[in-house]
């Protein structure tokens, strides 16, 4: 099993702004931000969320070795429906 050329050994390797959490992210996702406060006004308000990942409704929907991180989709899903009956 060959895991990589050895003459590729400190070689600069720039992230794409597409690699979630990279500088290149980050900075993308504030000038976003930033656009946002310059086309309309500053927020008046800041909606913060938070799930528990032991709910059944999302255990149930996990595959074998999946993490409740690994599936946004779900975890959305499942806080939008229980914010709806609550």
Not at 16 to 24: A, C, E, Q, V
Not at 51 to 76: C, M, S
Request: cysteine-free; glycine content about 6%; charged content about 20%.
């Amino acid at each position: 099993m060959n895991d990589g050329n050895v003459a590729d050994i400190g070689q600069l390797i720039i992230l794409p702004s597409s690699f979630t959490g990279g500088p290149r992210y980050m900075h993308e996702r504030t000038q976003d931000a930033m656009t946002y406060v310059n086309n309309y006004d500053r927020p008046d308000l800041f909606i913060n969320f938070t799930y528990n990942p032991n709910w059944t409704e999302i255990q149930q929907e996990l595959f074998v070795g999946q993490k409740p991180q690994d599936r946004y989709d779900l975890l959305a899903r499942v806080f939008h429906q229980k914010q709806k009956h609550s």
